[in-house]
């Protein structure tokens, strides 16, 4: 069958043949993979930088898609870590990481979204005790996981939603309750994050780096009332891999510091979330800009992922 191929970490990986694994595992079964996203995540494994790469190469990159399965169920599917991913022709599911898709569900959107749709849900399902009615910012608000964040607080039931990224005008897109424009000068800036954040709940932060640091230096002097618990959730890191985070914001307020992601959440716990999310983003309650290529022309794809804020999915069987 054919792959996308990943030989060498410091190139794009190419459309090539690729033998499956003859032996299968109890549970597992070969699917058709229809739709597999290029997220971050996936971008990360085929350049061997995750936190979770070995250098086992070669390697088929791909986390997520929609398969057929032999049965004909249509089925999103979430993979371990493995050297055989999803962009591919066919791959292996463990099927108790998969769940059932009604048929006539959108394949692409399906695979667009879930990745980073699961980053905001499982954020504030699983891993906090995010209660109704609770504000939430978020830190990054522009990307795709940032966008589709928005709007899993709002169907969470959220109370206020802030939205903070680049762009102003990107930003007043979003439906948020009030917007932080980063690129704003630097005094503007932390004058709105303060006065966005004095009375904030839940952060969801995928940029880290400088950003985080500025924001918590303009926020907790802010805090109208310091006892108010301030839990701050690190979920991506596109601004930077460390950030220097101010002592004292951890002594002058109830600011707690929590990751969500790939193993601080039970695998368990992600699956268990699936069927839920998978029925929002079928029922269109989350949208996203999604825009498909075929398997064959992975290397392009590679290219327009780097540059292009819509998310870009492979389709092996178009
Ligand atoms: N832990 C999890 O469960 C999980 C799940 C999904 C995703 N993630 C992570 O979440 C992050 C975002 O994913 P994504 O799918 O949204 O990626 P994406 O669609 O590529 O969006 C990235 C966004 O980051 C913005 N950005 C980059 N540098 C910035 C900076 N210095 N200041 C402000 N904004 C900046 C970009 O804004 P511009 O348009 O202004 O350049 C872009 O909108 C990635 O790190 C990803 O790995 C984590």
């Given at each position: 069958?054919?792959a996308?191929?990943v030989?060498?970490?410091?190139?794009a990986p190419?459309y090539?043949?690729?033998t499956?694994?003859?032996q299968?595992?109890?549970?597992?079964?070969?699917?058709?993979v229809?739709?597999?996203g290029?997220h971050?995540?996936?971008?990360?494994?085929?350049?061997?930088?995750?936190y979770?790469s070995?250098?086992?190469?070669p390697?088929?990159?791909?986390?997520?898609?929609?398969?057929?399965?032999?049965?004909?169920?249509?089925?999103?599917?979430?993979?371990p870590?493995?050297?055989?991913?999803?962009?591919?022709e066919?791959?292996?599911?463990?099927?108790?990481?998969?769940?059932r898709?009604?048929?006539?569900?959108?394949?692409v959107?399906?695979a667009?979204?879930?990745?980073?749709?699961?980053?905001?849900?499982?954020?504030?399902?699983?891993r906090?005790?995010?209660q109704?009615?609770?504000?939430?910012?978020?830190?990054?608000?522009?990307?795709?996981a940032?966008?589709?964040?928005v709007?899993?607080?709002r169907?969470?039931d959220?109370?206020?939603?802030?939205?903070?990224?680049?762009?102003?005008?990107?930003?007043?897109?979003?439906?948020?309750?009030?917007?932080v424009?980063?690129?704003?000068d630097?005094?503007?800036?932390?004058?709105?994050?303060?006065?966005?954040?004095?009375d904030?709940d839940?952060?969801?932060d995928?940029?880290?780096?400088?950003?985080?640091?500025?924001?918590?230096?303009?926020?907790?002097?802010?805090?109208?009332?310091h006892?108010?618990?301030?839990?701050?959730?690190?979920?991506?890191?596109?601004?930077?891999?460390?950030?220097?985070?101010?002592?004292?914001?951890?002594?002058?307020?109830?600011?707690?510091?929590?990751?969500?992601?790939?193993?601080?959440?039970?695998?368990r716990?992600?699956?268990?979330?699936?069927?839920?999310?998978?029925?929002?983003?079928?029922?269109?309650?989350?949208?996203?800009?999604a825009r498909?290529?075929?398997?064959?022309?992975?290397?392009?794809?590679w290219?327009?992922?780097?540059n292009e804020?819509?998310r870009?999915?492979?389709?092996?069987?178009?």
């Open positions: 069958m054919k996308a191929v030989t060498t970490f410091d190139q190419h090539q043949d690729f499956l694994p003859d299968l595992g109890p549970n597992e079964m070969v699917v058709d229809i739709a597999a290029i971050p995540r996936v971008r990360s494994q085929a350049e061997g930088s995750h979770t070995t250098d086992d190469l390697l088929v990159p791909g986390i997520d898609g929609v398969a057929r399965a032999a049965d004909g169920t249509l089925r999103y599917f979430i993979l870590d493995t050297s055989l991913g999803s962009m591919a066919q791959t292996i599911i463990d099927v108790r990481r998969s769940v898709l009604p048929e006539g569900a959108d394949p959107q399906i667009a979204a879930m990745n980073p749709a699961m980053s905001s849900w499982i954020a504030l399902r699983r906090i005790d995010f109704p009615g609770q504000s939430v910012m978020i830190m990054g608000a522009t990307g795709n940032g966008r589709l964040a709007q899993v607080a169907r969470l959220a109370g206020r939603v802030i939205a903070v990224g680049r762009g102003a005008d990107r930003l007043a897109e979003l439906g948020a309750d009030a917007t424009a980063l690129d704003d630097p005094q503007t800036v932390a004058e709105q994050l303060g006065e966005a954040g004095k904030v839940v952060v969801i995928y940029l880290w780096g400088q950003p985080t640091r500025d924001a918590l230096y303009a926020i907790v002097p802010r805090r109208t009332d006892n108010q618990s301030l839990t701050w959730i690190e979920v991506g890191s596109v601004a930077g891999l460390d950030s220097p985070i101010p002592s004292a914001a951890l002594r002058a307020t109830r600011l707690q510091i929590v990751g969500s992601g790939q193993g601080s959440v039970a695998t716990d992600i699956v268990t979330e699936l069927g839920e999310l998978a029925n929002a983003v079928n029922s269109a309650a989350f949208t996203i800009r498909a290529i075929t398997l064959d022309k992975v290397e392009y794809a290219s327009e992922a780097a804020t819509d870009i999915v492979i389709t092996p069987q178009s």
